[in-house]
C-alpha cells in the first residue's frame, strides 16, 4: 500500500509529464506557423515519397500585380525551387466574387487566370523553367475564409 507521500509524489511526476507534452506540443505548433508550410501531401498522389510546401499571395480585391513584400516572399520560392530541380510548381489563382468589375463568375474565372499568370511569369522572368510550372484557377470556387478568395496558391511539389 503507497503512503501519502509515494501517492502525492506520483501526481507531482504525472501533472510534470503533462505539462512538458503540452509545451512541445505549443512549441512544435508554433514552429510550424513560423516556418515554411511544409506539409506532407494529401490526395491523389500515388508516390508516397511526394512531399508539398505550400505559398499564399493575397492580392488586393481588384488587383493582380505584385508588390514588394508579396516580391520577397516569391524570392524565396524562387530560390527554394531553383536549388532543388526535383520540384515543380502548381500555381492555382484565386477571386472572390466582388461588386463591380468582377461581379460575374467569368470576370473572377478571368482575373484569377490573370493573378496565376502573374505570378508564373513572375518565376519564369527569375529563372524557373516554365516547363515545371503548372496555371490553373478556381475563380471563386475555393475561398478560405470569407472575403479572403484574393489569392494565389503556390504548391511546390517533387
Excluded at 23 to 32: E, S, V, W
Aim: with cysteine; charged share 20%.
Amino acid at each position: 500500500m503507497k503512503n501519502k507521500t509515494q501517492n502525492y509524489n506520483y501526481k507531482i511526476t504525472t501533472l510534470g509529464y503533462i505539462l512538458f507534452v503540452s509545451f512541445c506540443l505549443l512549441c512544435g505548433l508554433i514552429a510550424y506557423r513560423i516556418l515554411w508550410h511544409s506539409v506532407p501531401v494529401m490526395g491523389n498522389f500515388k508516390n508516397a515519397n511526394v512531399s508539398q510546401q505550400t505559398f499564399y499571395i493575397y492580392f488586393e480585391r481588384e488587383g493582380s500585380s505584385i508588390s514588394d513584400r508579396q516580391a520577397e516572399v516569391l524570392q524565396k520560392a524562387v530560390f527554394d525551387v531553383k536549388n532543388n530541380p526535383e520540384k515543380f510548381l502548381y500555381i492555382e489563382g484565386n477571386c472572390s466574387l466582388q461588386d463591380g468589375a468582377y461581379a460575374s463568375e467569368t470576370a473572377a474565372h478571368t482575373l484569377a487566370l490573370q493573378r496565376a499568370n502573374t505570378i508564373a511569369d513572375y518565376f519564369i522572368k527569375n529563372g524557373v523553367s516554365s516547363g515545371r510550372i503548372k496555371v490553373t484557377e478556381n475563380g471563386n470556387t475555393r475561398p478560405t475564409r470569407e472575403l479572403d478568395n484574393d489569392r494565389v496558391d503556390i504548391y511546390m511539389r517533387s
